[in-house]
């Protein structure tokens, strides 16, 4: 389904010294705990966006390029209500492809166009080589081979900041890849500053066996990771909303002593203390 080129948690992330004790980690008021889950919601779909107009791009070049000479996808914000992914001829420095998101109605446009690279393209083009170089003299992960690809997304965070996201794709039908993601944090001179593992392995919703689609899912996470993370949400918009229909999935927090429960209609995180009260 998806080819090589193609969010923070908000509390506990990065490096932890050796052998440093964990404190129970109390629970924040309700004020905090909604920021820190609108944070997350805006991270996850901003992240969807990236992939998705990647796979819609990456099969409208196969069906509509006239000229596939491309080596490599570059996806990024155009405008406010602009996203632009490009497939670029890297030895002829010019883009071959393009499809435009439009942010307020959805619609992407492919444009089957050979021209030569903007400034600011031509930019982002450098910048990303440069990324998935130093990503790939870093150890610490792996795609899961039995499910498939793991997928690279370069998202600009600031002006200051880039983060460069690893999501397990599948081409399994009927299955939600959760787990096995990470993110790495480069500054302006590119130097890493931050890594994540979202979560300690795979843990995917195979619902193969099933009759029919389901209509929610629900994993736990571990202690230290407590709440949804921005690439749950956009694994879940990718696979469960859009390939299967579904509306809400929720993650239990060891942490917190409580369910995350997301939903695509509202665009919502919302804590519950029994697992009965999710909607």
Not at 72 to 97: E, K
Not at 101 to 109: H, K, V, W
Not at 126 to 146: F, M
Not at 247 to 266: G, H, I, R
């Amino acid at each position: 389904m998806k080819r090589f080129f193609l969010a923070i948690v908000v509390s506990i992330v990065a490096f932890t010294a050796p052998g440093a004790q964990q404190q129970p980690l109390q629970r924040p008021a309700a004020h905090v705990i909604q920021a820190i889950n609108d944070s997350i919601v805006d991270e996850g779909n901003n992240l969807y966006l990236h992939e998705k107009l990647s796979w819609v791009m990456s099969d409208a070049y196969k069906q509509l390029c006239s000229s596939k000479t491309a080596s490599l996808a570059v996806v990024g914000q155009l405008c406010d209500t602009l996203m632009s992914g490009i497939m670029i001829d890297v030895d002829r420095l010019q883009c071959v492809f393009e499809c435009r998101l439009n942010l307020n109605t959805g619609e992407i446009e492919p444009i089957n166009l050979v021209r030569g690279l903007s400034p600011r393209e031509l930019e982002r083009a450098e910048r990303q080589v440069v990324l998935l170089h130093k990503l790939s003299t870093l150890d610490g992960y792996g795609p899961v081979r039995e499910a498939g690809n793991l997928n690279v997304d370069v998202v600009e965070i600031s002006p200051h900041l880039t983060r460069v996201y690893l999501l397990q794709g599948t081409s399994r039908s009927r299955l939600i890849p959760f787990g096995n993601d990470h993110s790495f944090d480069f500054d302006t001179n590119l130097n890493l500053i931050a890594r994540r593992q979202y979560h300690s392995s795979f843990i995917p919703i195979d619902f193969s066996s099933k009759r029919g689609n389901i209509s929610k899912c629900t994993h736990s996470h571990l202690d230290g990771n407590p709440y949804i993370t921005p690439t749950d949400i956009a694994t879940f918009l990718l696979y469960g909303h859009d390939l299967y229909g579904m509306k809400t999935f929720a993650v239990y927090s060891p942490d917190l002593k409580c369910y995350f429960t997301y939903n695509t209609e509202t665009a919502t995180i919302v804590m519950v203390d029994d697992i009965d009260d999710m909607k």
